[in-house]
């Protein structure tokens, strides 16, 4: 009977002993982008800094507008000021 007790407790899994590494965080597109960034003046008429290209996209009426992208406030696009 201890035979088979021992058994039994030999064939459970065991968890670790040692601390478990901390899980790594995901990456977002702004963390990717810590360094190399500018100011722009959005046409709220407040200023931004953002890390991403300036891009020239079509509005709606068929208008070009130009953007900054990948901003420190979270946004992924904002419309400048010309």
Do not use: E
Not at 19 to 42: D, E, N, S
Not at 44 to 52: L, N, T
């Amino acid at each position: 009977m201890k035979v088979l007790t021992l058994a039994l407790l030999f064939s459970l899994p065991v968890a670790p002993w040692a601390p478990q590494k901390p899980l790594r965080q995901p990456t977002t597109q702004i963390a990717k982008h810590t360094k190399g960034g500018r100011w722009y003046f959005a046409a709220s008429g407040h200023a931004v800094y953002c890390y991403g290209p300036v891009m020239t996209l079509p509005r709606a009426n068929g208008d070009l507008q130009r953007v900054a992208t990948f901003c420190r406030d979270g946004s992924a696009v904002v419309p400048l000021k010309d």
